[in-house]
Every structure is written in structure tokens, then in C-alpha cells.
């Protein structure tokens, strides 16, 4: 199970930073990753980190403003946005998966999260 939280409404040029808390199992061997979905929209991908958290990638949206870490003893990766702006409004998904090299498509991912939304006014 993941639970993703710490959505919200932020003003822009503000921040947020999301958790999503797994239990149930340890995905300490997982991949983890972000994705988001605004309305009307497909889920795209926001980045992923590797299992042991030495690595992570993003989506050229968000490169420089968004940061992926993960705490594999509390078994919970999180997603630090800055510099918010209203097109990063979207429900933000977590989820795990077993391959680094499938982590930009969500058919890589095998466990999700619920979703957390996040508003960005402008």
C-alpha cells in the first residue's frame, strides 16, 4: 500500500513537498516515482528515484524546481516542489516500481498511491 499526502493550495512561487508512505511491504527495492494528472489530461511522469535513492530523474518541467529523496528505514519517498507554478496543478501519484529504465511510462510502475492534489493560484 501507498499512501501519498501533503497536498494543497499554494500560491505561486511557493512550495510543497509531498510524502507517500508505503505499508504493508518494504519497497526498499523499488524504484519510486512521481507522476501528476491535471483535469482533462493524461498522467505524465514527474521523476523517479532508484532504490537506493543515489540517483533520480525528472521531467524537463520540473528539473531544477523539484527534488525526489526517499528513507528507505521509514520506507517513504518524497517529492520537494519550489518555485511552484498553476501548470504543476494536478493530482500527484506515488508509485513503485521494479525498473529504472520503465520509470517515464505509468504501465513501469505496479503499486500506486491514492493521489494528493495540489493547487497552484496564481
Known amino acids: 500500500q501507498l499512501q501519498a499526502s501533503g497536498g494543497g493550495l499554494v500560491q505561486a512561487g511557493g512550495s510543497l513537498r509531498l510524502s507517500c508512505a508505503a505499508s504493508?511491504?518494504?519497497?526498499?527495492?523499488?524504484?519510486m516515482g512521481w507522476f501528476r494528472q491535471a483535469p482533462g489530461k493524461e498522467r505524465e511522469f514527474v521523476g523517479a528515484?532508484?532504490?537506493?535513492?543515489?540517483?533520480?530523474f525528472y521531467a524537463d518541467s520540473v528539473r531544477g524546481r523539484f527534488t525526489i529523496s526517499r528513507d528507505n528505514a521509514k520506507n517513504t519517498v518524497y517529492l520537494q516542489m519550489n518555485s511552484l507554478k498553476p501548470e504543476d496543478t494536478a493530482v500527484y501519484y506515488c508509485?513503485?516500481?521494479?525498473?529504472?529504465?520503465?520509470?517515464?511510462?505509468?504501465?513501469?510502475?505496479?503499486?500506486w498511491g491514492q493521489g494528493t492534489q495540489v493547487t497552484v493560484s496564481s
Open positions: 504493508g511491504r518494504t519497497f526498499s527495492g523499488y524504484v
Open positions: 508509485a513503485a516500481g521494479p525498473s529504472i529504465a520503465r520509470r517515464g511510462t505509468p504501465a513501469g510502475y505496479d503499486y
Open positions: 528515484i532508484t532504490s537506493s535513492g543515489y540517483s533520480a
